[in-house]
């Protein structure tokens, strides 16, 4: 596992000003924050430095505005939940380098917060623009990266600014490590990976990484459609990427080469219309899904099975839903098996990590979000994490 300092290598930082790259970029309504969790993830770090005496000055991203000032991407619109996440007063600063930058400080007391303007207003930002950073870095004593899900990017705020002053890892970027250093970096085997979702061409290079580290690939969602395909299994007029035939057999050779077993459904729920609970509604086998029929889900029986294979293993990943699990009841197989990896978590005999968007909606509406060993709120980073890329911005970090 790559080492890197965390804030427990920090001395002490009474009235030193530190620089926190943070992921602020919530989903706004009515002017407020309509979801917190991105907010709740950094609360610890940020208060944590503040209660050491550190002048807490934060680093964020707000939306696209393309290197230009615009007045409905500004940071000053997520102050006030920020204030409240955290049960303390939010100074906004509008500006994130030179002497406005250096007169809140000036202002603040050890223990303050302030929140900087949204740091792609300025085009440095994403161009990682050394003399950008430099500017940042100008104001700042060390420097902390609590923004996994912004890690993937090499941009001044998330991976410039630790070249320039000493680098440490927030809490929540260190929990997100840790835990994916024990989900693929040094896992306990045998080692299962869920990966569903709607097209195989979105996780081509996922599942080409996961085949060489992984003993069971299980493949769910609209992608167990296109390798069916490819193994001569008619899936009627389900989603299905049938140009990607020969990426899905190649796909497999490698995962027979390592040793990996690769689970597709052989039970599946079909409907003729795709809607909730429609009448068209039947369970069969793979091979007898009719020409004007969609593989909506994974069969209960193929459920059941995995659901053995989940208890031979110690430890799994997990990235997409196994049906549409936005429309009941094909939220069926993804519910059930997300249930038996709670189960066989909670006793201590698996070590679950999750990530994406849709898995982590996926894992609320099946109740055990906070069951599995980690669940990780970044999309992008998780992908690229899943595919083994390198990620700047942890990189960055390393000593």
Known sequence: MTVFRTLDDLGDVTGKVALVRVDLNVPMAEGRASD???????????????????????LAHFGRPKGERHSTLSLSLVQGDLGRVLGREVMFVPEVAGPIVAQAIGILGPGGIALLENTRFWPGEEKNDPEFAKAIAANGDFYVNDAFSAAHRAHASTEGLAHLLP???????????????????????????????AKVSTKLAVLEHLVARVDHLIIGGG????????????????????DLAAQAEAIMDAADRAGCTV???YDVVVAKEFAANPASLRTCNVHEVAADEMILDVGPQAVEALADVLKTCHTLVWNGPLGAFETPPFDAATVALARTAAALTAEGSLVSVAGGGDTVAALNHAGVADLFSYVSTAGGAFLEWMEGREL???AALAR
């Open 167 to 197: 680098a440490y890892a927030g809490r929540a970027m260190q929990a997100e490590l840790v835990a994916l250093d024990k989900a693929l970096g040094n896992p306990v085997k045998p080692v299962a990976a869920v990966v569903g979702g």
């Open 392 to 394: 700047p911005g942890v």
């Open 263 to 265: 689970h597709l459904p």
């Open 36 to 58: 917190l969790t991105r907010i709740e993830a950094v609360a610890p770090t940020i208060l944590e430095l503040a209660d050491a005496g550190a002048k807490v000055l934060l």
């Open 223 to 242: 992608m167990a459609n296109t390798f069916l395909a490819a193994r001569g299994v008619d899936v009627g007029k389900s989603l299905c990427e049938h």
